[in-house]
């Protein structure tokens, strides 16, 4: 595994910015120039790249859809919300037509958001691809079916050009799939999902969003932090505050920050990434959400080697 | 068993409480509040937990005073917390605690609110 690619990061639904939102970025990166001019195209670039991710960036945008770059020559994508139709372009600008390809696809479960992108995912369409993909829910293939279906969809699942194989796989059995071994473990949330880690030679990548964590579950917890345990990088449910998660917004299976936090340290992973952000939240409280993680890593690490936050955005790129 | 030593301000029960309050001794934390919590019912005595020799506390902890607080309320009695050493103030504010426990800066300033 050398590269994580983040096509969609948002959390239950894709998110745009607003043009309020713009018209916000602009005043901030003007108030912060403060009337000073530019000699040229260069130096007005290096401004912008100076100011924050908040005014000079966006974390996006759309729904679950992260890619794994190794190496060999199949692709492997971790769940299909929107995200998957600029991977999916990305693909056909880079490989071109005909030029099949495989794609691996890990589904963490059925819901919308995981899933919405699959009929947007230009490589479906184009005879000689090949698509897997794989999952742990007995209705998996049943869910990717119906919502190409009318009315819910123009095109019908059965003009997809590739051929396309569903692989049901068992929880907490190691799977070897692309030179990884891949393992699936049940997590809690509405109708089940399931996070997985990868795990190549020498790095493990683990996937787990939508999963509740329950504060009260120490059992759970341990079980959890045994499948982070040793990762390079562990990609986590941060949709809302602790306090949302253990109180209005309990049983709506979903994690925090504070978890994601003390789970890695439990499991001594290297690097955590914030993810599934949650629609209501804006870029500057996204930033602030990312700045306070860091910063309780930071008060809560005592002996242990530090670890590394981040908070995932569309198009953000990640060596492993 | 955890030690809990309890003491009377202003018409206030003020329990101390020291130490880290993590995943391994939360589940002892929530057995020691229990006959506190017990009492703690409406025209009983504010329970007020003294934090200042708290230097740590983790999510599981956190939980511990969501459910007291809680239970408190249930039972229409007060219940708050006190003197958070500045780290674990910030644990409260990064986790939104601070939106759900009633916390004050001091004992003093929470028995004036509480006392009678």
Known sequence: ?320 | MMNLPTSEQAGVLVVSVNGRIDHAVSEEFTRALEPLLARCTQGQPALLLDFSGVVYISSAGLRVLMMASRQAKAQQGSFAIAALTPLVQEVFTISRFNLIVPCYTSVDAACKVLGR
């Open chain 1, 1 to 320: 595994m050398k590269q994580v690619v983040f096509w969609g990061t948002r959390g239950a639904l894709p998110t745009s910015l607003t043009s309020r939102d713009i018209h916000e970025k602009i005043v901030a990166a003007l108030v912060v120039a403060n009337g000073r001019s530019f000699r040229n195209r260069n130096a007005l670039e290096e401004f912008v790249r100076g100011l924050p991710f908040a005014v000079n960036g966006t974390f996006g945008g759309n729904s679950s859809c992260v890619e794994i770059v190794t190496s060999g020559p199949e692709h492997i994508i971790l769940d299909m919300g929107s995200g998957a139709r600029p991977l999916g372009q990305a693909k056909i600008a880079r490989f071109g037509v005909p030029n099949p390809q495989t794609y691996h696809i890990f589904i963490s479960h059925l819901h919308w958001d995981h899933l919405m992108g699959f009929p947007f995912f230009a490589p479906m369409y184009i005879p000689g691809n090949r698509i897997v993909i794989h999952g742990c829910h007995p209705r998996l293939e049943e869910a990717v079916r119906r919502q190409m279906q009318a009315p819910c969809f123009p095109v019908d699942y059965s003009q997809a050009g590739a051929q396309i194989e569903f692989d049901l796989m068992t929880p907490d059995h190691p799977h070897y799939i692309c030179g990884l071994n891949v393992i699936p473990t049940l997590q809690l949330h509405a109708g089940d999902s399931y996070g997985y880690r990868f795990e190549s030679v020498d790095r493990t990548l683990v996937y787990s969003t939508d999963c509740e964590h329950k504060l009260e579950d120490i059992e759970a917890f341990e079980r959890f932090a045994r499948f982070f345990a040793g990762a390079d990088l562990v990609i986590f449910d941060a949709m809302y505050s602790l306090a949302e998660a253990a109180s209005v917004k309990s049983d709506w299976g979903h994690s925090s920050n504070v978890i994601g936090v003390e789970l890695c340290q439990a499991a001594a992973a290297r690097r955590l990434a914030l993810f599934h952000h949650e629609p209501v939240n804006d870029d500057k409280q996204l930033a602030r959400l990312l700045e306070e993680t860091r910063r309780l890593e930071q008060i809560t690490r005592g002996e242990r080697p530090p670890l590394e936050v981040v908070s995932a955005y569309d198009g953000l790129i990640l060596d492993l």
